[in-house]
């Protein structure tokens, strides 16, 4: 089971109420389960709040993606043929992809895992941006990061 971040639990906590007390939200993010050390969880609470009014008030700018997110360029558009031609996979073919799907399925823990990243994945709106995305994910995670 994955375990949730200090941040994302502290924005779920002050998302209900803005205006709550550090205490406060401290005590219902320990009610959701959050297992991280109370100074994490505290320093998760205060970026948190901060970025949050920001973003209320407006003064929250948008960084620019950094540059390997820049570099990486769309495929070639391809053409629609005048008769869509749907192939069925032989069962050559399919076996590896389903050798491959048992493998996924295996390292994340189950099928419902599998099936939370495949939506993942769509709502990125293909595996390129899902991999930008974790490639961002993993460079605030690190534990080279400092946090």
């Known amino acids: ?13 002050l998302l209900e109420d803005l205006s709550m007390d550090a205490e406060e939200a401290l005590r219902r ?35 620019p993606a950094p540059s390997a997110a820049r570099s990486i360029r769309k495929p070639p558009a391809k053409t629609p043929s005048s008769s869509p031609v749907v192939e069925q996979p032989s069962s050559s073919a399919m076996f590896p992809n389903l050798t491959r799907v048992d493998a996924v399925v295996s390292a994340c823990g189950g099928v419902e895992n599998v ?33």
Do not use: Y
Request: glycine share 8%.
């Open 1 to 13: 089971m994955s375990v949730i971040s200090a941040f994302a639990v502290a924005k779920l906590v």
């Open 29 to 63: 993010a320990r009610t959701l389960g959050a297992e991280h050390p109370d100074s994490e969880l505290r320093h998760a609470i205060r970026c948190t709040r901060g970025m949050l009014k920001a973003q209320a008030d407006g003064r929250w700018e948008s960084r």
């Open 115 to 147: 099936r939370d990243l495949a939506e993942a994945i769509r709502a990125c709106g293909s595996v390129d941006a899902f991999l930008q995305h974790l490639d961002l994910v993993a460079g605030i995670r690190s534990p080279d990061n400092g946090q």
